[in-house]
């Protein structure tokens, strides 16, 4: 079992569609835990980090569930420029694992 | 600005030679890792290090080599042992000191067997 499992995706919404992805990780002892936005043939880039409390910016709320291991991502009124892979990480001490991302196109 | 600059941008390799990727820093990070990424594929850990003088291997060190001789810099070598080296390589760094900092990728570096 991989140590940071996403739904596979592919995502394919509307524009102004709410979709959310899912991450579940096995370490318990995982510290730290955040979303990353991939274009294509580019570097990941920071999109938000996540709490137990919950986490909004603009569009994006982002939330973690302690007990049940997971994180997840929630984009409200998707814009076309929004279509990207993300990536949720999570990290313990000294290492970060990434998972495999979860690929999302909105269509006009 | 800070930030981390990998270079070069691409890179071809020929059978049986080394190669080295250039990873540096502004941002006074301790901690540098070198993930490689496959088309349509997750990031996957090749090396990291937390501190200079010192690293450890990842997920899939076979075939790679790295020096941490100063804290700005993380290079990475491709060996010839290395069969399938064509990748896209990302160099990353992280603060450790708040075990709640996220790690920074530079715009990584995209390497072909010729």
């Known amino acids: 079992r991989k140590e940071v499992e996403q739904d596979p995706g592919p995502f394919n919404v509307p524009e102004g569609a709410t979709v959310a992805f899912n991450c579940t990780y096995s370490n318990s002892a995982s510290q730290s835990f955040f979303w990353y936005r991939q274009d294509c043939r580019k570097e990941p880039k920071l999109l938000m980090s996540?709490?137990?409390s919950g986490n909004e910016d603009g569009r994006f709320t982002a939330q973690l569930n302690r007990a049940s291991q997971y994180i997840s991502l929630l984009i409200r009124d998707s814009k076309l420029s929004d279509s990207a892979t993300y990536l949720c990480v999570v990290n313990w001490t000294g290492k970060s694992t990434f998972g495999d991302g979860t690929t999302l196109t909105v269509k006009p | 600005d800070g930030g981390i600059t990998q270079s070069p941008k691409y890179l071809f390799r020929k059978e049986g030679q080394n190669v080295t990727l250039s990873c540096e820093q502004n941002?006074?990070?301790?901690?540098m890792y070198w993930y490689r990424q496959d088309p349509g594929q997750g990031l996957r850990l090749i090396y990291y290090?937390?501190?200079?003088?010192?690293?450890q291997k990842g997920d899939i060190a076979e075939g790679y080599s790295v020096s941490r001789e100063k804290k700005e810099s993380f290079p990475l070598t491709v060996t010839s042992a290395q069969k399938n080296p064509t990748a896209f390589y990302l160099c990353?760094?992280?603060?450790?000191?708040?075990?709640?900092?996220?790690?920074?990728f530079g715009d990584g570096t995209r390497l072909s067997i010729l």
């Open positions: 290090s937390q501190i200079v003088n010192d690293f």
């Open positions: 941002l006074n990070h301790d901690a």
């Open positions: 990353a760094s992280r603060d450790e000191g708040s075990r709640a900092q996220p790690q920074h």
């Open positions: 996540v709490y137990s």
